[in-house]
């Protein structure tokens, strides 16, 4: 059976549905379904007891939705391909093993790689699914390593949370820079961030080649214009009120930076519907091999 035809149950009563209702109890159980998404990409949908639904496409490991109450609080871009052959512009990609330009490509190859998946498990509840990355001769032409990452999506009432594990599987060190490039669908004219106030800043907007360093003294953080600011040694909580009537806690553990990304004019198409808000690891993390580096983010909207 491949695994575009598997349907993985978080309980024996989970049918092939995304959910299923007990007719004698009338209990919702979490479920995992994989399903084939648009351009016939590979796609699992996640739906919790509560009804949340949640939906990862195995092409560069993308969280495309994150559905509360019927919602979708995060976003993807009219312009987004869904080929394979481009990275899926929206939800919540990958910059590994590098953000940004550099060296390698921008914001590096773990967003335009198939992952596979490798588990999907129920836990008090919540629909749990991991998938894996490993070096291959397309990623080992820009960075000649051995590794192994792991990315862990758990789904709860009104709780997206993500779990990235990178592992050197090689036999000298290696050093990398990432973040998760999370588009949330917003009002940008009301689109809002607390919590960045006495942050060190790097303002990408004079030149980006150039960042002009600075310190945050706003209490709130607004959009009016094109944006494009890493915050370092960001707190570990952000609040973000997407302008539509939500508000968004981002927890983290380990994702030392923050970045705030909105393309305005330049993306005229879609840039008033969307602002990133992003946790990022902009220093290097080096690790030795068989050493191993994690990172956890929580979203929750109230």
């Known amino acids: ?20 209702v007990n007719r004698y109890s009338g209990m919702t159980f979490a479920s995992v379904k994989s399903t084939e998404g648009l351009g016939n ?25 994150w559905k509360v109450d019927g919602k979708d609080l995060l976003f993807v871009r009219p312009d987004a391909v869904f ?31 198939n992952w596979s998946l490798v588990s999907s498990e129920n ?14 001769p397309y990623s080992r032409a820009m960075w000649d390593y051995s590794f192994h990452a792991l990315y862990k999506i758990t789904l709860d009432k009104k709780t997206l949370s993500t779990e990235l594990t990178v592992k050197n599987t090689d036999n000298k060190p290696f050093s990398f820079t990432t973040a998760l490039h999370t588009y949330f669908s917003a009002s ?18 004079p030149d980006p080649t150039n960042p002009v360093e600075g310190k945050e003294e706003r209490d709130v953080v607004t959009f009016p214009g094109f944006v494009d600011c890493v915050y370092l040694d960001a707190p570990s909580e952000l609040q ?9 806690s981002i927890k983290n553990t380990n994702w030392s930076d ?10 005229e198409q879609s840039y008033k519907d969307f602002v990133c808000v992003e946790n990022a690891k902009i220093g290097t993390v080096q690790i030795e091999p068989e050493q191993s580096w994690t990172a956890v983010q929580h979203l929750t909207v109230a």
């Not at 990409?41 to 939705?65: D, I, R």
């Not at 004219?189 to 006495?198: H, I, P, R």
């Not at 973000?240 to 968004?248: H, Q, T, V």
């Not at 923050?258 to 993306?267: G, K, Q, S, Y």
């Open 1 to 20: 059976m491949t695994a575009l035809s598997m349907t993985w149950s978080c309980s024996p009563l989970t049918s092939s549905k995304f959910r299923r």
């Open 188 to 205: 940008v004219t009301g689109a809002s961030v607390s919590g960045l106030k006495g942050c060190k800043t790097l303002n990408k907007v």
């Open 240 to 248: 973000l009120d997407n302008g539509l009537g939500d508000k968004l």
């Open 123 to 136: 836990v008090e509840e919540k629909p749990v699914v991991t998938v894996e990355l490993r070096d291959g």
């Open 258 to 267: 923050a970045v705030l990304w909105n393309p305005h004019l330049t993306m």
């Open 83 to 113: 080929n394979g052959q481009k990275p899926i512009s929206g939800g919540i990609p990958h910059c590994f093993p590098q953000f940004g330009p550099g060296p390698i490509q921008q914001h590096g190859f773990g967003r335009n790689m």
């Open 41 to 65: 990409l590979p796609k699992v949908v996640l739906t919790s007891p509560h009804g949340s639904e949640a939906e990862l496409y195995l092409f560069g490991a993308c969280v495309t939705s």
